[in-house]
C-alpha cells in the first residue's frame, strides 16, 4: 500500500469515528477493528493517525456517551485497545493522549461494575504502560495518573477489583496488574507539591483507608494457602477469614510489590499488614494477651515457621531517645584550642545517623518521668510470615524473590524482624539480592513487554532497577548489612551496571532491532527513549546503592573510587537543560539526567566526600565542584535539596573546592536557601553555611552573617517560641484518653479483634503520631535551631573568636544574647489536664548551646566578665552534670576549665575571682559528681578542671 493509499484509508477511518458514531454503532464498531488492525505493530500508521487527528474520536467513544448496550460495550473495549496500542508507542503519543483528555475515561473504565472485563483489563494496561514510559518525562503524565487514580471513588474500584473471586485467567490479570498499578503511581507527587515531602504519606494512607491493603494481604494469603492446605482450627477466632487458594497462573511478584510500597517507612502500616485478618487467620496468635517479654517463642527455629504456627509479640518498655551527631571533641592541650564544631563530626564514619536528607529521623524527646512522648516499640517475633517471605526468597522466580525482598526490607526498616531473622537476612537474603543485580530474570514475565521491548527483556529490566534501590534501603545504616554487600561484591557489580547504563542507547535490544524495517528511524527514536528510561533507573538504584554502602567505612569509599566509576558520577550531574551559573560548566559528557538521577548523583558525592583523602585527590580531579554548584540552582527542589546537603562536605576549611565554591558565589545562594519555605532545603542550607564559616576569612564570616540577618538567625534559633510547651499546649484541652487513642473509633474496634490490648494501644498511638503534623513540624523547627546555634558556635570560634565576640554583642546585644542561650537550657513548664508538666530540652539544643558558652568562655577578659555575671545562666549549666549525653558533660568541665586558665598578662587575681564564683554556685560539687563518670573523656576534663579550681582555696 502507497502512502497516499495509507492515507486515504486513514481519512476514511477518521471521518466514520469522527461523524456520527453514535447513530451507527455497528458501523462503529467494525471502523474500530479495522482501525485497531491498522495500528497494532505499526509504528509509521501510528504517526499517521495521530497526525491526522485519530485521538479525540476515540476518546469520546471510550468515555461511553452512547447507548449502553452491548454493541456499545464492545464499541469502548475497542477504543480501548487502540488506545493502548497508541501509549505503547511512547511518550510522543501519551503526550497526544493526555492533551486529548483521554485520562478521564481511562481511570472510568477501571469499574468493574460497569465497565466490561477487557476494558477494564485494557485500561490498566494502557496506565501501566504510561507509567513505565513516562517516568522521566519533562512533563510527567505519572504525576497526573496518581492525581486521578487517589480519590476515593477510584481506590473503591480498585477494592472492588482486586477483591474479585472469579478464578479466569483475565480476572486474575486485572488483579496483577492494579497491583503493578498501585506499585508504580504510589508515592508520585508533582514536584513542589505538599504531599512531595516524604512526611505525609497520603496514597498510602489512602490505600489503607480504603481497604486496598486487606484486599492485597488477602491475596497474599491465597497464595500461601495455595502452597499448603490450612485446615480449618475451631480454636482460631479467625479461621473464616482464611482466603481461597490463589488459582494456578496467579501471580505473586505483583501483590508483594504493591504491599511493599503501600507499608514502607511506617510501622503503623506494616503492623495493619502483619496483623490483617487474612494474615492473623493463616497465622493465628496463641492467645489475645501479651507475651511476656522473657517467654520463649512458640514457633520453629529461625527460618523454620510453618504455616498455622504462632507468633508472639514483645512490648519493651520505651528506650531512652539519643540522636546527637556531633561527636566528641578532639583531646586538646590547652582550652583556647578548643575547637568549634568539628569537621570530624561529618566526615568521621562514626556518624551512623545521616541527618542531612533525612531530618525526619530526628527524636524530639528526653529522659525523665515527665516524657510524654515516648519512643514504643512492638516487636513480632519470628512471625510466620517472615519465615514463609524468606523461603520465597530461596525458591521463588527472580521478581518474586526480589518483591518478597523488598517487602522483607521494609518490615526490618521499621524494626519489626526479630534479631535471629536480622541474621538470616544477612545469610541468607542479601547475598540473593546481590546476585539479583545482573539476573537476567527468565523464568517469569511481569507483563508482556513495553513498545518494542519484548517481555523477556522487559523483566530483566525490571530487576535492574529495583534490585540496587531495595539493596540500598537494606544496608542502608546497618554496619554488618554493608559488610556482607561488599563481601558478596556489590561494589564491583553496582560500578559495572552503571558503566553500562552510563553507555549510549545501542541500536538493538535482546538482539532485536528496534521496530519494523519499514520504518527504522521512528523505531529506533521509540528504542533509544524506552532504553533511556531504563538507563536512567538504573543509574538512579545504583547510585543510591553506592552511596548507602560509602556512609561509614572509608575502605568502602576506596573500593568504590578503585572501581572507575568517578566519570559516571560526574556525568550523571549533567542535568536535561544547561543551568544559566555565573561560573562557566565544562560539564558537556554524556546526555543530560533527569532529577532523580541528579539527586542520585549528590547524595553519591555526599558520603564519598566523607573522606578527606578522597575529597582531596579523587573528587577534585573529577572537577565535580563547578557542576555541582549549578546544581544548586536546579529548577527541582528535591536537586537542590540534594546539592546542598552535598555542598556541606565540599566547603570545609580543608576542602580544595572551598575557595573556587566560594568565588563562583555559593555563599550567596545558600543563603537564599536558607531562607527558603521547603523545610529541607533550610536545614541544609544552614548546615553548608555552619561549615563554611568553620575556619573561615573573617571577611567570608561576615559576610555569612550579613547575608542571614541578625533578626532571621535570632528567629531560627528561638525557633517556635517554647516549641515543645506550644505543641504540647495544643492538646492540653483533651481529657481522658482521648489523646492517647486518636484513631477512628472503627478501626480501633478492628485493632482490638485481632491484636492483644498493649499492641492496640500502640497502633492508636502509631496512628496519631503519622497524622499529627505538630510533630513533624516540632522535629524540623528543633533541627534547623540547632543548625542555627552551632552555626554560632562556629561563627565565634577560631583565630578571631575575639572580634567575632565584639560583633555578636553589638550586632544582637550582649544581654539578649545570653538571655536566648539560657532559655534554650530551661525547662519547659506547662498545664495538661490541670497538672503541672515540666520537660528538658531536647538534647541537640542542649549540646549546641553549652558549647557556644565554652567558646565565650575563651574569649577575651570582657567576655569572661560578661559569662562569670550570668547567675542564673550558668546555675542552668551547673545542673547538667548528669545529663544524658556525654558531649555536654563534656562541655560543663570545659567551661570551667576555660574560665579558670589564665591567660598571658592576665591578673591571677581575676581567674580566683571567677574560679571562687564558680565554687559559689556549686561548680566544685558537679565536678567531684563526675570524676567518676562513665566516660573516659569526660573523667578526663573533669580532672583538670577540679585542678584548677583546687588551686583558688575556699569560697568568699
Not at 529490566?461 to 554488618?480: N, S
Not at 519494523?516 to 533509544?528: F, I, P, R, V
Request: a neutral charge; hydrophobic letters at 40%; glycine letters at 6%.
Amino acid at each position: 500500500m502507497t502512502h497516499s493509499e495509507e492515507e486515504s484509508t486513514a481519512l476514511a477511518l477518521l471521518s466514520q469515528l469522527s461523524g456520527s458514531p453514535f447513530s451507527q454503532p455497528q458501523n462503529t464498531l467494525s471502523a474500530l477493528k479495522r482501525l485497531k488492525h491498522e495500528l497494532i505493530g505499526h509504528e509509521q500508521k501510528k504517526e499517521l493517525f495521530v497526525r491526522l487527528g485519530i485521538v479525540p474520536p476515540l476518546v469520546r467513544i471510550l468515555e461511553g456517551t452512547g447507548a449502553a448496550d452491548d454493541v456499545w460495550s464492545s464499541a469502548r473495549l475497542e477504543a480501548g485497545i487502540a488506545v493502548g496500542s497508541l501509549a505503547y508507542g511512547g511518550e510522543n503519543y501519551i503526550s497526544h493522549l493526555f492533551d486529548s483528555q483521554a485520562l478521564p475515561p481511562l481511570i472510568a473504565s477501571l469499574d468493574p461494575s460497569s465497565s466490561p472485563p477487557k476494558l477494564v483489563l485494557s485500561s490498566l494496561r494502557t496506565l501501566n504502560t504510561i507509567l513505565d514510559t513516562s517516568a522521566f518525562s519533562a512533563t510527567c503524565p505519572s504525576y497526573a495518573i496518581a492525581t486521578a487514580l487517589y480519590t476515593p471513588e477510584v481506590l473503591k474500584n480498585i477494592y472492588k477489583i482486586l477483591s474479585q473471586q472469579s478464578l479466569a485467567a483475565l480476572v486474575q490479570q486485572q488483579i496483577s496488574l492494579t497491583a503493578s498499578l498501585i506499585a508504580k503511581s504510589c508515592g508520585r507527587y508533582a514536584p513542589g507539591s505538599s504531599d512531595n515531602s516524604g512526611w505525609h504519606s497520603t496514597h498510602q494512607k489512602l490505600l489503607v483507608d480504603a481497604g486496598v491493603l486487606g484486599a492485597l494481604s488477602a491475596r497474599l494469603g491465597g497464595h500461601i494457602v495455595a502452597e499448603k492446605s490450612i485446615p480449618k482450627n475451631p480454636k482460631n477466632a479467625h479461621s473464616n477469614d482464611v482466603p481461597p487458594p490463589a488459582p494456578l497462573g496467579a501471580k505473586l511478584a505483583p501483590i508483594l510489590d504493591a504491599i511493599s510500597v503501600i507499608i514502607k517507612d511506617s510501622r503503623l502500616r506494616s503492623l495493619e499488614f502483619l496483623f490483617s485478618p487474612p494474615i492473623i487467620a493463616i497465622f493465628p496468635l496463641p492467645t489475645n494477651e501479651p507475651s511476656s517479654p522473657d517467654a520463649p517463642s512458640s514457633s520453629n527455629k529461625p527460618g523454620e515457621g510453618t504455616v498455622g504456627s504462632t507468633s508472639s509479640i514483645n512490648l519493651p518498655q520505651p528506650k531512652l531517645a539519643s540522636n546527637s551527631i556531633i561527636q566528641p571533641p578532639n583531646l586538646l592541650i590547652t582550652p583556647a584550642a578548643f575547637p568549634p564544631l568539628s569537621a570530624a563530626s561529618t566526615i568521621s564514619p562514626t556518624t551512623s545517623k545521616d541527618r542531612i536528607l533525612r531530618s525526619a529521623a530526628l527524636t524530639a524527646t528526653e529522659d525523665g518521668p515527665n516524657r510524654s512522648e515516648v519512643d514504643l516499640d512492638l516487636e513480632v517475633e519470628e512471625s510466620p510470615i517472615l519465615p514463609w517471605l524468606i523461603s520465597q526468597v530461596r525458591s521463588g522466580d527472580s521478581i518474586t524473590r526480589l518483591m518478597a525482598i523488598s517487602v522483607l526490607t521494609n518490615l526490618f526498616k521499621v524494626e519489626l524482624v526479630s534479631k535471629k531473622l536480622v541474621q538470616l537476612l544477612i545469610l541468607l537474603v542479601l547475598p540473593v539480592l546481590v546476585r539479583l543485580l545482573t539476573e537476567e530474570g527468565r523464568e517469569n514475565r511481569v507483563n508482556a513487554g513495553v513498545g518494542s521491548v519484548d517481555a523477556e527483556t522487559w523483566t530483566s529490566w525490571t530487576i535492574r532497577e529495583k534490585a540496587p534501590a531495595i539493596l540500598a534501603r537494606l544496608v542502608m545504616d546497618r554496619a554488618e548489612m554493608q559488610k556482607a554487600a561488599v563481601d558478596a561484591g556489590a561494589i564491583k557489580k553496582l560500578a559495572a551496571m552503571l558503566k553500562r547504563a552510563n553507555e549510549l542507547p545501542s541500536p538493538t535490544m535482546n538482539g532485536h532491532q528496534n521496530g519494523n524495517s519499514h520504518d527504522s528511524n521512528h523505531t529506533a527514536e521509540l528504542g533509544s527513549s524506552l532504553e533511556i528510561a531504563h538507563k536512567m533507573k538504573v543509574k538512579e538504584g545504583g547510585l543510591r546503592c553506592l552511596t548507602s554502602l560509602a556512609l561509614f567505612k572509608d575502605d568502602y569509599r576506596k573500593a568504590i573510587i578503585e572501581t572507575g566509576v568517578v566519570p559516571v558520577l560526574v556525568s550523571s550531574m549533567k542535568p536535561l537543560e544547561p543551568i544559566s551559573t555565573p561560573a562557566p560548566q565544562k560539564n558537556t559528557v554524556g546526555q543530560g539526567n533527569p532529577p532523580a538521577v541528579l539527586t542520585a548523583a549528590c547524595g553519591a558525592i555526599r558520603a564519598l566526600s566523607r573522606s578527606v583523602s578522597i575529597l582531596r585527590t579523587s573528587l577534585i580531579d573529577a572537577g565535580i565542584a563547578l557542576p555541582l554548584f549549578a546544581l544548586l540552582r536546579h529548577d527541582d527542589i528535591e536537586v537542590r535539596i540534594a546539592s546542598t546537603a552535598a555542598v556541606c562536605n565540599l566547603v570545609l576549611h580543608f576542602s580544595p573546592m572551598r575557595r573556587p565554591i566560594l568565588e563562583a558565589g555559593v555563599l550567596d545562594v545558600l543563603c537564599s536557601h536558607a531562607k527558603s519555605e521547603n523545610a529541607a532545603l533550610r536545614l541544609n542550607a544552614l548546615w553548608a553555611l555552619k561549615h563554611l564559616v568553620l575556619e573561615a576569612e573573617t571577611d567570608v564570616k561576615r559576610k555569612c552573617f550579613e547575608g542571614l540577618g541578625v533578626d532571621w538567625l535570632l528567629g531560627v534559633i528561638r525557633g517556635m517560641e517554647d516549641s515543645i510547651g506550644d505543641l504540647r499546649r495544643m492538646s492540653a484541652g483533651r481529657t481522658g484518653d482521648e489523646e492517647y487513642f486518636d484513631a477512628p473509633e472503627e478501626r480501633i474496634r478492628s485493632w482490638a479483634r485481632r491484636f492483644p490490648p498493649k499492641a492496640t494501644a500502640v497502633m492508636a498511638q502509631l496512628e496519631r503520631r503519622e497524622r499529627d503534623d505538630s510533630l513533624r513540624r516540632r522535629k524540623e523547627d528543633i533541627a534547623l535551631q540547632e543548625q542555627g546555634l552551632d552555626f554560632l558556635r562556629n561563627w565565634i570560634g577560631g583565630k578571631d573568636r575575639n572580634l567575632m565576640i565584639d560583633h555578636l554583642f553589638e550586632s544582637v546585644g550582649k544581654d539578649r544574647v545570653f538571655e536566648i542561650l539560657e532559655d534554650k537550657l530551661k525547662q519547659k513548664r506547662y498545664v495538661k489536664r490541670g497538672e503541672l508538666i515540666s520537660e528538658s530540652p531536647p538534647g541537640e539544643i542542649v549540646t549546641s548551646v553549652v558549647y557556644i558558652l565554652v567558646h565565650l568562655a575563651t574569649g577575651s577578659l570582657p567576655h569572661k566578665r560578661a559569662l562569670i555575671q550570668r547567675v542564673d545562666l550558668l546555675r542552668t549549666l551547673c545542673a547538667l552534670w548528669n545529663h544524658r549525653l556525654p558531649h555536654v558533660r563534656t562541655g560543663l568541665a570545659w567551661v570551667v576549665i576555660n574560665l579558670t586558665w589564665r591567660e598571658e598578662h592576665e591578673d591571677i587575681e581575676e581567674v580566683h575571682a571567677r574560679a571562687r564564683e564558680l565554687i559559689r554556685l556549686g561548680f566544685d560539687k558537679s565536678l567531684e559528681s563526675m570524676s567518676q563518670d562513665s566516660e573516659l573523656d569526660v573523667r578526663e576534663r573533669v580532672k583538670t578542671a577540679r585542678h584548677q579550681l583546687s588551686t583558688v582555696g575556699p569560697a568568699d
